[in-house]
């Protein structure tokens, strides 16, 4: 991380200004009324608040470069609770390509305050801004503004200089607090032409084109500009955050891609194309179509190491898969195309998601495997606009495998999940197989349900109140990724989370079961004990242990957007609790049955000879819901929570 920057803090007495407006746009201006205003009305609860954010694009000539664009963008915010100093940490991507580099430039920054009465600024120098590298091609510059508290207004503009003119960043008008004002400026000139997205809108509040009646000249060529304004106003916080795909694909934003150039001397080059062609030029790439060829004749070799003979079609493709899964190690970044050579990617026995993915594709087809890459956006990653066939909205790739009539989508990068167990990453979106001058769209999909089954067998002592239980967790998709993942070899992993998560004690006995075997239900049982609650010699025993759901998970008073729970959901409680003796039922919680397009819960209890059996189950009869089926999912999950904690009573005979 290399440091670029000091603050210094600076007394000012006609600091704010006394005009009569509420807010300013002028930058360095700040009004009297933004200075001490302590909560904003529209919004009681924000944290903070976006007075305005402007950014101004356009393009100018370099002599040696050609045009270059150019991003400038300048905001102001309220702080209005202690939480909301988080919004003082400006972090800025550039973009790298060769020895062609962004940059950014005119970084200023200022932050006002009281103190005292007394209004005062510290303003950004030379010591808070570090810049991060991420990758090769990617860095951030990071700002962190001094001296934030609640009651500061802050305020910052940047400069971004690109010789890449399809790297028009997206405007995002909405953002997770409120925004007064947020107006984007386009300066168009005849040479670029680019088709714009929006999202989380039908028609922006502000909108004005106008040519600007000036001619500006760079070199030989004479041209004038055209403004685009678009600008929204009074935008709400960006809360509904549980429970969907991107919050991109829900925000107000807009989105520019560069569609066709116009050259000087009358030819032009377009930019839109189409998705078949989007396929075929994939298909020729190095690093996608000619890695996959690279990949089929490394598996020509490889193939005869492994233990195929003998095996159907579908044993092959999950060995194979298994395979790649185990000898090669996902760096947690995504990606379509491969990151360097196949015989780079073969000697680090690492690499992104393509150069795993792509590398699995090659050796399924020298197998003589029918497969397929597919490419996607991720869910973090926003959805693919289908009407817009640009290869920037796709991020990552998998493996379609088609055996016997039945169709498989693969991806190697998590060891823990089975053969055809997607990560969450790439479920429920639309994806693209890549075919020659074909168009085919697909749905990733996750097919097994994530099933947890706790099994209780308890036994009273009521002279030490203290319960003996023996515990067991059966799991299936989902869930069980999740458990492998957390007890990944170790049993003290285990015993670490119960205790954090739930206060439970793993006192011996922990025994798990199929932990590499992703076929088959990961399972693991282990001895606890806990105390009980007791008063006038009656017992209240709770038949899960405390470890049936105590939260609920839709948190939200009202929804807006539709509910993606990604995969359907199964979770079961069994127990069986031994009647101590010189003691008898008093309560044993009523029976439930709930069933309804949404979900079903059940919940029985019985006794058997000195033994009482306690089934409860519930689950999703899908993983997607309509936003209008938001409250009756929130209460019934609250009937659930209420009834799975009911305990039984037991009293002396």
């Known amino acids: 991380m290399r440091k670029i920057i000091l603050c210094v803090l600076v007394a000012i007495a006609p600091l704010f200004s006394k005009a009569q407006e509420n807010y300013s746009e002028e930058y360095g201006k700040i009004t009297q009324y933004e200075a001490s205003m302590t909560e904003y009305a529209a919004d009681p609860e924000a944290e903070a608040v976006v007075i305005y954010d402007i950014g101004t694009n356009y393009f100018q000539g370099d002599d040696t470069k050609g045009f270059l664009l150019h991003m400038e963008t300048r905001t102001k915010i309220k702080i209005l609770k202690a939480a909301g100093t988080k919004y003082a ?27 005292n009465g007394k209004p005062t600024k510290t303003v950004l120098n030379t010591k808070k801004v570090f810049e991060e590298k991420i990758n090769n091609d990617v860095s951030i510059l990071k700002i962190a503004l001094p001296d934030v508290r609640e009651g500061s207004v802050i305020e910052y503009k940047y400069h971004i200089v690109t010789p890449f003119f399809f790297h028009m960043r997206k405007w995002e008008f909405q953002q997770k607090i409120p925004v007064i004002h947020s107006k984007l400026i386009y300066k168009a000139i005849p040479y670029y032409e680019y088709t714009y997205i929006v999202r989380g809108v039908k028609q922006f509040d502000e909108f004005d084109s106008v ?42 934003s807009i989105n520019f891609q560069i569609s066709k150039i116009y050259f000087p001397n009358g030819g032009f080059q377009n ?21 996959i060829k690279n990949s089929e004749k490394e598996g020509k070799k490889l193939l005869p190491t492994l233990d195929l003979a003998n095996k159907s079609q579908l ?31 073969l000697k680090a026995k690492s690499g992104n998601s393509a150069d795993i993915n792509l590398y699995l594709i090659g050796l399924l087809k020298a197998a003589n495997i029918t497969v397929n890459p597919v490419v996607l956006s991720t869910r973090n990653h926003g959805a693919v606009s289908k009407s817009h066939p640009f290869q920037q909205f796709l991020n990552y790739v998998i493996a379609q495998i088609e055996i016997g009539g039945q169709k498989y989508f693969v991806d190697a990068t998590e060891p823990l999940r089975y053969f055809d167990e997607l990560p969450i990453r790439c479920t429920n979106v639309e994806a693209l197989v890549v075919k020659p001058k074909t168009e085919e769209w697909i749905v990733t999909t996750q097919k097994e349900v994530a099933k947890t089954q706790k099994v209780f067998k308890i036994k009273v002592l009521p002279q030490q109140q203290l319960l003996k239980v023996n515990i067991e967790y059966i799991l299936s998709g989902q869930d069980a990724y999740q458990f492998r993942n957390t007890y990944d070899g170790k049993n003290d992993n285990l015993v670490d989370y119960f205790k954090k998560n739930n206060n ?29 609650e007791s008063a006038s010699g009656k017992l209240f025993i709770h038949p899960f242990c405390n470890l049936s759901v105590s939260d609920n998970m839709f948190k939200q008073t009202t929804r807006t957007l539709p509910i993606d729970l990604i995969y359907l959901r199964n979770v079961e409680y069994k127990s069986e609790i031994e ?75």
């Not at 685009?228 to 916080?237: D, I, Q, R, T």
Request: hydrophobic share 35%; aromatic share 16%; with cysteine.
């Open 315 to 345: 044993e092959q493709a999950i060995e194979i898969t298994q395979y790649v899964k185990t000898m090669y190690k996902w760096d947690e970044t995504n990606g379509k195309f491969a990151t360097d050579n196949l015989s780079t990617f």
């Open 579 to 653: 009647i101590p003796e010189g003691y008898k039922v008093e309560y044993l919680p009523k029976e439930l049955t709930h069933d309804s397009r949404l979900m079903t819960i059940n919940y029985n209890t019985k006794k058997v000879d000195n033994k009482i059996e306690v089934s409860a189950k519930y689950f999703f009869n899908t993983n997607l819901y309509d936003a209008k089926d938001y409250a009756r999912l929130k209460y019934s999950y609250a009937e659930i929570i209420k009834q799975f904690s009911d305990m039984i009573v037991l009293v002396k005979e």
């Open 504 to 532: 439970v004690n793993i006192e011996d006995s922990l025994t798990v079961i199929n932990y590499s075997e992703m076929n088959k239900p990961f399972s693991f049982s282990f001895n606890s004990s806990t105390s009980f």
């Open 271 to 291: 930019y839109i194309s189409t998705w078949p062609a989007l396929c075929d030029d994939f298909l020729k790439r190095d690093d996608f179509g000619k890695y």
């Open 89 to 115: 940490q400006i972090e800025i991507p550039f973009y790298k390509d060769g020895r062609d580099v962004e940059s950014i430039i005119d970084i200023e920054a200022t932050v006002y305050n009281n103190e």
């Open 211 to 252: 040519t600007k009646n000036q001619d500006i000249r760079f070199g030989s060529l004479l041209y004038q500009e055209k403004i685009y304004s678009f600008g929204m106003k009074n935008l709400p916080a960006f809360r509904d955050e549980e429970f969907i795909s991107a919050e991109e694909d829900y925000m107000v």
